[in-house]
């Protein structure tokens, strides 16, 4: 919040010598997207448009506050607008790409990643989003594929490692998944929601190979970072009665959801 402010100054700085300066009022709409004031940017964005209605990249920046929004159809009026202004751009292509991805459709986003890359090869970002949809359709091998390739061109990406271990983890490559996600964790980048997403994979992993314990501890850690992940939640109640079935002898109850088990003097305690 306090470097958005700095920021903002700035631009309001230049329109103060320059109230006119149409490129300094599309940094500012465009700062304003990134923050999520979508009203406010928005009317920047309409400002500019009166001024100069084929500005370039006005009509891109608008779709993706759009899509951002969950506004698709306008998404897509606006991207398809600066396609018309200014065609074979790559950048309106890949935005095209991501809005066809989250409305699930697969055969089209591709078509327009790969559209993406034969204007402008390794454009940053592209096999990454080829992954993800990859992913998502189930063909893990290539989501594979693609995500490595985005990790060769564009190396230490937090985003894309994790969505690669992610992938590993799918088709049992157990170890490097392991690994990537406990380096992940001991970086000083990931973001809340990709810590957490650590965390509830790491979970997964050892409740697969019936290490309950670990997995509770994982899942715990997922939760107290995220307190609002379904899948995590989701897990624990399905381990609850793994737990007790198991090591209902060895164990102290404090009431009808929790517990507390050591099965060493070593152990935590470990309370659902």
Request: glycine share 8%.
């Amino acid at each position: 919040e306090h470097m958005y402010e700095e920021a903002m100054n700035e631009y309001r700085r230049g329109l103060e010598l320059n109230p006119n300066d149409i490129l300094i009022k599309h940094g500012m709409a465009n700062l304003m997207r990134n923050q999520k004031r979508y009203e406010e940017a928005f009317n920047l964005y309409q400002n500019i448009e009166k001024a100069d209605k084929k500005r370039e990249w006005l009509h891109l920046d608008k779709g993706i506050a759009y899509g951002e929004m969950g506004d698709i159809g306008n998404a897509i009026k606006e991207l398809e607008i600066e396609e018309r202004l200014y065609p074979g751009k790559a950048d309106t292509h890949h935005q095209r790409g991501i809005i066809y991805r989250l409305q699930h459709y697969y055969n089209m986003a591709l078509e327009e990643f790969k559209c993406t890359n034969d204007i402008a090869p390794g454009f940053e970002y592209v096999h990454h989003e080829m992954g993800i949809t990859y992913r998502e359709m189930g063909y893990i091998g290539n989501a594979i594929k693609e995500l490595e390739i985005e990790e060769r061109h564009y190396p230490g990406k937090i985003i894309t490692l994790y969505n690669l271990y992610s992938a590993y983890e799918s088709v049992r490559r157990k170890g490097e998944a392991i690994a990537g996600f406990h380096n992940i964790l001991r970086s000083k980048m990931p973001s809340i929601t990709i810590k957490a997403g650590c965390y509830f994979h790491l979970g997964r992993i050892c409740m697969g190979d019936n290490r309950h314990y670990e997995a509770i501890k994982f899942f715990k850690r997922c939760l107290k970072i995220q307190p609002g992940h379904k899948k995590a939640k989701e897990s624990l109640r399905q381990l609850r009665p793994l737990i007790l079935d198991t090591y209902s002898q060895n164990s102290i109850f404090k009431g009808k959801n929790s517990y507390e088990y050591t099965d060493n003097k070593n152990s935590p305690i470990l309370c659902i």
